[in-house]
C-alpha cells in the first residue's frame, strides 16, 4: 500500500509544469549551475559518510546476540555469576567506542583530548566494568547445574 502510495504521488509530481528528477546530490548542482551559495549549503550536508546506523545494527544487534549467544550455550556463562552481563557490558562498550570512529559527531558536544569524543567517553567505563566483571566472574564460584 505505501508503495502504490508514494508512486502517485511521484507520478502527480512529474505533471507539475517544470518537474525536476534529482535523485542525487549531483542532480540537484546541476539543475542549478548558477547558485554558488546553494552549492555550498548542499557540500556541507551531502558528503559521503559512513552508514553508522547499519554499522550499529550489525555489531550491537547481530553480534552481540550472537556473541552472548554463543557465550551462553557453549561457555555455559550463566553458571558464572556475572559472566554473561560483563561480556554484554564489555561488547558493547568495545563495539560503541570503535564506531565513534565513523559517526558524524555532535556539533554540541565537546571534543575532549586525545581526539576522544562524548561517545567514546561514555564507552570506556562500560569497557572497563565489563572486563572487571568477566575477571570476577571467570576467577569466581561457579553455581550448581540444575537437573
Same mark, same amino acid.
Request: net charge positive.
Given at each position: 500500500?505505501?508503495?502504490?502510495?508514494? $508512486?502517485? *504521488?511521484?507520478?502527480?509530481?512529474? #505533471?507539475?509544469? !517544470? &518537474?525536476?528528477? %534529482?535523485?542525487? +546530490?549531483?542532480?540537484?548542482?546541476?539543475?542549478?549551475?548558477?547558485?554558488?551559495?546553494? $552549492?555550498? *549549503?548542499?557540500?556541507?550536508?551531502? #558528503?559521503?559518510? !559512513? &552508514?553508522?546506523? %547499519?554499522?550499529? +545494527?550489525?555489531?550491537?544487534?547481530?553480534?552481540?546476540?550472537?556473541?552472548?549467544?554463543?557465550?551462553?550455550?557453549?561457555?555455559?556463562?550463566?553458571?558464572?555469576?556475572?559472566?554473561?552481563?560483563?561480556?554484554?557490558?564489555?561488547?558493547?562498550?568495545?563495539?560503541?567506542?570503535?564506531?565513534?570512529?565513523?559517526?558524524?559527531?555532535?556539533?554540541?558536544?565537546?571534543?575532549?583530548?586525545?581526539?576522544?569524543?562524548?561517545?567514546?567517553?561514555?564507552?570506556?567505563?562500560?569497557?572497563?566494568?565489563?572486563?572487571?566483571?568477566?575477571?570476577?566472574?571467570?576467577?569466581?564460584?561457579?553455581?550448581?547445574?540444575?537437573?
Amino acid at each position: 500500500m505505501g508503495g502504490a502510495v508514494f $508512486r502517485q *504521488a511521484i507520478d502527480a509530481a512529474k #505533471t507539475l509544469p !517544470h &518537474p525536476l528528477e %534529482l535523485n542525487n +546530490a549531483q542532480d540537484i548542482l546541476t539543475a542549478y549551475p548558477n547558485k554558488p551559495e546553494l $552549492r555550498d *549549503a548542499l557540500a556541507k550536508i551531502l #558528503t559521503p559518510r !559512513h &552508514p553508522s546506523q %547499519l554499522y550499529e +545494527a550489525c555489531l550491537e544487534g547481530l553480534a552481540l546476540f550472537t556473541i552472548l549467544w554463543l557465550a551462553a550455550h557453549k561457555l555455559k556463562s550463566f553458571e558464572r555469576p556475572g559472566l554473561t552481563i560483563g561480556i554484554f557490558l564489555f561488547c558493547y562498550g568495545l563495539f560503541r567506542f570503535s564506531l565513534e570512529n565513523v559517526r558524524e559527531p555532535d556539533a554540541t558536544m565537546p571534543i575532549f583530548p586525545f581526539g576522544l569524543t562524548m561517545g567514546m567517553m561514555l564507552s570506556a567505563p562500560m569497557v572497563i566494568g565489563g572486563l572487571a566483571l568477566v575477571a570476577y566472574a571467570w576467577n569466581g564460584r561457579t553455581l550448581p547445574r540444575r537437573a
